[in-house]
């Protein structure tokens, strides 16, 4: 095996898929915590301080004001390098946590046991579909009184339409809970509450039939027994087939915020999930142990202090070495990018990293000339594929207090629009132009900078747009039949598409059956 190949197959690339606080955040320091990346609980949860301490992003950030610490975190763990990749949540849920998506190879789906399936999980599953990714899913909050195992289950198989293949299964829950059975191990982990306990500390007891159990807790043994019965009946058992194509999924059970269950989770996204994987481009199909340097930005932080105009893309690498210093060719605007000033990405260390293979990412500081989707190489013409726009979900109409700067407007709104910090969608009817976003911070984002970069005052108004679709028909004169007739619903997105915007649900469902001929689509290529 090439060192390169080698390098590729100790490395896993995922995102936490989640609902808003389903335990995300402590998962994710959990998981650093385990991997030995950081010494203490409580140094990456910094949600409600704004701090993230095992960032060695600090000194970036207070030069860029840029606030990267989070976006990417890699971590080793048992010799396999591993990268987090954040998809923001909350209030900065954006179209960057759904294209974070497709920089990743497997992701974490983590549920809040109370709750079940919750509307942001089925967003985020139906991005990770696209792509057929691998999904490991963590059913948090055990300590709490939490819903019926079995229940969740189902929920999880009719919801998001996937199987579950249940690795481990609890004993117990919240006052009782007294730790899981791992199926495959037949063996019990027992639970034992608190923070920071050490990482060695869950004391292990063979077998599911062990007496020592019906000693140690006997109402709820037996109850587990009784469910496993059930569950070997209703369940599939784990098919790694069947994970790595994305129709199945093991589920694991566990208090995050407890460290319980979370080891076994890393254990399966090492033993499991894919290495980093080929990826398609245009020319060809590109694979990761491949000699020269290939790679695509999924995402781009600009920074939002107007002393600094820098942005950072975020490149996945799909092929061969980056090395500190090489050369790389930005491929749309055919123009050589030194990688000097290129940043990686540890959460364990101050020490910057040299060099990167498939699946890391890396950091390109840029001002303004790099976009979502961009593709870079040593020199081979490669536009890599599969970087999609997502329908938007929230509109708004734009205006400006100063007619004068209608040009400056315009511009704005155009490169902000290339760079997909928004969408802008121009109507054909020649109506105020229209933003898409699928998060509200997003238009919060595109006011103050429309301001510090562009000088425009732009106000934003609330517009009754229910969804976005891009349409597409074979037939051109049908095309054209359908624009003339709907002319009023229809608008120009950034890069010239057509996209029809439906008033509300009813509307967008008599449009389609009206024009059968006439593709609505809910994502687009980057072009
Ligand atoms: P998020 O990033 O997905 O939004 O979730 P986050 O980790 O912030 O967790 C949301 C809340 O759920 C937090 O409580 C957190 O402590 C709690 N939590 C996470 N995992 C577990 C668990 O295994 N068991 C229990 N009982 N709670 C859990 P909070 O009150 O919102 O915040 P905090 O005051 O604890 O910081």
Known sequence: MSSIAQEVARRRTFGIISHPDAGKTTLTEKLLYFSGAIQMAGTVKGKKTGKFATSDWMEIEKQRGISVASSVMQFDYREHVINLLDTPGHKDFSEDTYRVLTAVDSALMVIDAAKGVEEQTIKLLNVCRLRATPIVTFMNKYDREVRDSLELLDEVEDVLKIQCAPITWPIGMGKTFRGVYHILNDEILLFSPGEDKNVDDVEVIKGIDNPRLDELFPLEIEQTRMELELVRGASHPFDLQAFLAGTQTPVFFGSAINNFGVREILNALIDWAPAPQHRDATARDVKPDEEKFSGFVFKIQANMDPKHRDRIAFLRVCSGKFERGMKMKHLRLDRDVAANSVVTFMASSREQVEEAYAGDIIGVPNH?????????????????????????????????????????????????????????????????????????????VVKSRLENEYGVDAVFE??????????????????????????????????????????????????????????????????
């Open 368 to 444: 303004g000339n790099i976009q979502i989707g961009d593709s870079f190489s040593e020199g081979e013409k490669l536009a890599f594929t599969g970087i999609p726009y997502f329908a938007p979900e929230l509109f708004r109409t734009v205006r400006i207090k100063n007619p004068l700067k209608v040009k400056q407007l315009l511009k704005g709104l155009q490169q902000l629009g290339e760079e997909g910090a928004v969408q802008v969608f121009k109507p054909l009817s020649g109506a105020d132009m229209i933003l898409g976003a699928v998060g509200v911070l997003q238009y919060e």
């Open 462 to 527: 609330n517009c009754v747009i229910h969804s976005a679709r891009w349409v597409s028909c074979e037939d051109s004169r049908m095309l054209a039949d359908f624009e003339k007739n709907l002319i009023l619903n229809l608008a120009r997105d950034a890069a010239d598409n057509l996209t029809y915007l439906a008033p509300n649900r009813v509307n967008l469902q008599l449009a389609e059956e009206r024009w059968p001929k006439v593709r609505f689509h809910a994502t687009r290529e980057h072009s």
